[in-house]
């Protein structure tokens, strides 16, 4: 297993997110689905029909109803979820992620508590959006599309475990065959984006971070909160509340694989960044179960070999718009 101590194993994200399109509901973590294909969801909890209210004279636009959270769905010209069918009575789920702009990177601010130097803060622009998978990608999921499970602690609604970056992108390639839609591994702009969805703090849900919000060594919390349990293993997927567009597990659980070689930043505003142009590293995000606290958040940066298969390292897997 990849080591813990000054060489980061902990993910951390955190950063002044700015996105110009607010958040989408976020809705619960659950495990089932029923649907195959694309839906729309027009109910959530915010009252009469799932809808919060514009302001005063606000036109009902795609952008408005990013911005004001109103449930997505045709009514509004957002898409809803998408669900795919996997074989074998398998699903997957995809929330979809909007166009927008914010600040990729941490703040100084959050350089007294674990901060790396590689978090340099820069303007980023999602020019497209995307559907990206609400839970990391389960051993059902995997087992559907490889014929295989790699992963130590055996459980369908478990992410799977022990996959290397290779062993990722073949299963992008295998999905993208079998469902009829492109399949690949977000960027590391696209998840940190994801992953904030709309907020600017250490975390998705604020700047601490205890054992009851996320799956990761609790003996080493964040931000002030409490020590908790170090469950000294995975959970399965959906077992904490989701962030504002849907996605649950970006903090802890396994680090998630990205495209992009590891690489500087650029110190300017970017479009659609791509990574390095090569490299000896790839890059991971969100911290694992083996995580310390400051490693899991939003903007926290680490890499491994392509070639690595480790009990803290899983994926998800983005869907391009059509």
């Not at 929330?95 to 303007?123: C, L, N, W």
């Not at 960027?187 to 919000?213: I, K, P, Q, V």
């Not at 650029?266 to 911290?287: E, H, I, K, L, Y």
Request: neutral net charge; proline residues 6%.
């Amino acid at each position: 297993m990849a080591r813990r101590g000054s060489v980061p194993v902990r993910a951390v994200a955190a950063g002044l997110l700015a996105v110009s399109l607010g958040a989408l509901p976020g809705g619960g973590c659950s495990r089932k689905s029923s649907a195959t294909g694309e839906t729309s969801v027009t109910t959530d909890s915010r009252g009469p029909e799932g809808r919060s209210s514009l302001p005063q004279g606000a036109p009902e636009t795609p952008a408005s109803v990013i911005r004001y959270g109103l449930a997505p769905g045709p009514f509004a010209g957002v898409p809803g979820p998408l669900t795919l069918d996997l074989g074998n009575g398998v699903t997957m789920e995809l929330v979809y992620i909007p166009p927008g702009r914010f600040m990729m990177g941490s703040p100084a601010s959050e350089s007294k508590s674990g901060r790396s130097m590689d978090e340099t803060q820069h303007e980023v622009t999602i020019t497209k959006g995307f559907y990206l998978g609400k839970y990391e990608v389960t051993q059902a999921q995997y087992q559907a599309v490889m014929g295989a499970n790699p992963s130590n602690w055996k459980e369908a609604n478990r992410p799977v475990e022990q996959v290397s970056w290779n062993d990722a992108t073949e299963f992008c390639s295998r999905m993208t065959q079998r469902v009829g839609r492109q399949v690949r591994l977000p960027t590391e702009a696209e998840w940190e984006y994801a992953c904030r969805a709309g907020t600017t703090a250490a975390f998705h849900f604020g700047d601490s971070l205890s054992a009851d919000r996320a799956n990761f060594d609790g003996n080493y919390p964040y931000g002030g909160a409490a020590k908790g349990v170090f469950r000294q293993e995975t959970t399965r997927v959906g077992s904490f509340q989701p962030n504002a567009w849907g996605l649950c597990d970006m903090h802890g659980n396994v680090w998630e694989w990205c495209s992009d070689w590891y690489g500087t930043y650029p110190t300017g505003a970017v479009s659609d960044p791509q990574g390095a142009a090569g490299g000896t590293f790839r890059v991971v995000r969100g911290g694992s179960w083996y995580s310390l606290g400051y490693s899991c958040r939003s903007a926290y940066r680490f890499r491994f070999e392509s070639v690595v298969r480790d009990l803290i390292i899983g994926f998800r897997a983005l869907v391009v718009e059509r």
